[in-house]
């Protein structure tokens, strides 16, 4: 079966309205044999004469009187669905955004963006889910609103991206940490026991690409699959945790930070979406206060660094 035209619609409502060829073709702004030709398509369509002759005039036929009362609906109904959206209204706004973040992301930034949406749109609820991967699949079906993090190579060529902050790394220790007494050099930092942040379980990463560059090992003795356990390891032992300096934003008394003696690649946290999601109002509305939360800080803990490195390997 061929789709039918659905435009055909517009002139059944005409004609069904005006009850006239020439009545139709004036509503519609057409030639009254353009609408007579509109009109034997639609009895060819709908195997239905529709509209008799009667004396001078047309008559509806009982399969085009049964319609009369639909069409009127179902095309209003129609024009508001390809109308553009409406403006939101955020103090009516209810909706559940699921936004997958990486390592450390909810610490520092939730507050902020559960307080703000409370104040715009109260009826706002936030799921937010680690982010284990770097799949684009929950992007595309829809299971995820917003993606956070490094932008992997592996990402979908439709995804959208803009960037949130670019971040550096930092070594962290307890407080007297023998480490912290002097000069932190590249030799001290490498010789210390250090604990890492690895979801792949590698043993290597950037960090330990700079020490080689040196001729230098660093003494890896711990692996965890988060920046927070690596932060709860070191201020417990005497481990030394190496961490984005944003997590460093919620450090408890007992922890001190350092620069690294090495140079590390920076990196750029970005938010992703599913370009599905480009022109709908609410989730406008949710990148804007992500990116707003995000800049809050920048001028407190401002860090360069280069795009390019994932912090989920090892560190």
Excluded at 75 to 88: I, S
Excluded at 176 to 191: C, F, K, T
Excluded at 232 to 260: C, K, N, W
Aim: glycine residues 8%.
């Amino acid at each position: 079966m061929s789709t039918p035209d659905l435009n055909l619609l517009v002139t059944l409502n005409a004609l069904l309205a005006e009850g006239s060829v020439a009545g139709a073709a004036r509503r519609l702004g057409l030639s009254p044999s353009a609408m007579s030709r509109a009109l034997a398509r639609l009895r060819a369509t709908m195997n239905d004469p529709l509209l008799v002759r009667a004396g001078r005039g047309l008559v509806p036929t009982p399969r085009a009187l049964a319609l009369r009362e639909r069409i009127g609906p179902l095309l209003r109904e129609a024009e508001a669905a390809l109308k553009p959206a409406r403006q939101l209204d955020l103090a009516t706004l209810a909706r559940t955004f699921t936004l997958r973040t990486s390592d450390g992301f909810v610490e520092n930034f939730g507050p902020r963006l559960i307080a703000r949406a409370a104040r715009e749109a109260p009826g706002a609820r936030f799921r937010f889910a680690l982010k284990a991967d770097k799949d684009s699949a929950p992007l595309r079906d829809g299971s995820v609103d917003l993606d956070t993090g490094v932008v992997g190579a592996a990402a979908g060529p439709e995804l959208r991206v803009r960037m949130l902050f670019r971040d550096r790394f930092v070594g962290v220790a307890r407080a007297g940490h023998p480490l912290l007494d002097g000069e932190i050099s590249a030799e001290r930092y490498a010789a210390a026991r250090h604990v890492c942040m690895s979801r792949s379980g590698q043993d290597r990463g950037p960090i330990d690409a700079a020490l080689k560059a040196l001729g230098l090992t660093r003494n890896v003795s711990t692996l965890v699959g988060g920046f927070t356990a690596a932060l709860a390891l070191a201020r417990a032992t005497d481990l030394i945790a190496s961490v984005p300096e944003r997590h460093t934003g919620f450090l408890r008394d007992g922890m001190q930070s350092f620069p690294l003696p090495v140079e590390v690649p920076g990196i750029v946290i970005s938010m992703i979406w599913h370009p599905r999601h480009d022109a709908d109002p609410a989730h406008q509305w949710l990148r804007g206060c992500v990116k707003a939360v995000c800049d809050e800080q920048l001028d407190a803990h401002g860090c360069s660094g280069r795009s390019g490195l994932d912090p989920s390997t090892l560190v």
